[in-house]
């Protein structure tokens, strides 16, 4: 499937020209830009429309359409792209804030890594994450411009940290270094668009990571950080959410089969 990737249209989407050598640089360049171009969302979900773990829907969602998507669907289509421009690419299983391996849910969370010299973990489905890959078999912290990241593992299984402001590691998520397929994610997939507990089907949500800053979009409210600071707005109605969509994100979607929570207390 990856030879069927049109890489030229994936580098219009993401904003990137020129050269693509299957080197650390390129990797860096396209994990930022698809980043900075492609909106974590869920709005399928509430819309009702079937989310499917197939590389040509996934492309024609977010690359032909110019949509967003959660984890399956934008790491899917990057480990896609990878491939097509000669990467070796993993997919790997990972479960959010799970205290051990046991109490996670099974295949909540899609990551990447890619092997050249060095291991490198990869993760644009994470929404507010790292914007360039991590070091997998760097133990100690990594330090980006929009934080301080630290990827430990025993060669099995391995835990993804953020440092908080207090000074304090926060678990992102655990995962295993055993590869898996696209296909294997389809039952975690499924429940996070279906079930009640899944916080991906109590409230709608846009995000897009801005050159200084992120832009979230909500059912109630729209924040901005730009630079630091930080703009809350709340909506007055489904109407300017509609409104809020196009402006930032450029999504144009109907109105009609949306299904809301009006309760979910959203950010």
């Not at 849910?105 to 790292?130: A, M, N, S, Y």
């Not at 949500?205 to 703009?231: F, K, N, P």
């Amino acid at each position: 499937m990856a030879s069927d990737i049109d890489v030229a249209a994936y580098c219009a989407r993401t904003g990137i020209s020129g050269s693509l050598p299957a080197t650390v640089a390129t990797l860096r360049r396209l994990h930022h830009a698809h980043l900075l171009a492609v909106p974590f969302e869920n709005l399928d979900i509430h819309r009702g429309c079937p989310i499917v773990l197939d590389e040509t829907r996934l492309f024609d969602k977010i690359v032909t359409r110019r949509r967003g998507g959660f984890c399956y669907e934008q790491n899917g289509l990057f480990a896609a792209v990878l491939r097509a421009l000669g990467f070796q690419v993993d997919l790997l299983e990972a479960r959010v804030h799970a205290k051990s391996w046991g109490a996670g849910r099974p295949w909540d969370h899609l990551i990447l890594t890619v092997t050249l010299k060095q291991r490198w973990l990869l993760d644009v489905g994470f929404g507010e994450g790292f914007r360039e890959p991590l070091l997998l078999d760097e133990a100690g912290t990594q330090e980006r411009p929009e934080g301080t990241w630290r990827v430990q593992h025993d060669g099995c299984e391995g835990v993804h940290s953020s440092r908080t402001a207090a000074g304090d590691w926060q678990t992102e998520y655990r995962f295993r270094l055993q590869p898996r397929q696209l296909q294997d994610f389809v039952p975690g997939c499924e429940y996070h668009q279906s079930s009640p507990d899944s916080n991906f089907t109590r409230q709608r949500i846009c995000s897009l990571a801005t050159q200084g800053g992120r832009i979230t979009l909500g059912d109630r409210r729209l924040i901005v950080t730009e630079d630091g600071r930080r703009h809350e707005q709340d909506l007055a109605g489904e109407a300017e959410f509609q409104q809020l969509l196009q402006t930032y994100f450029g999504i144009a979607l109907p109105a009609s089969n949306v299904r809301r929570n009006d309760d979910c207390g959203c950010c």
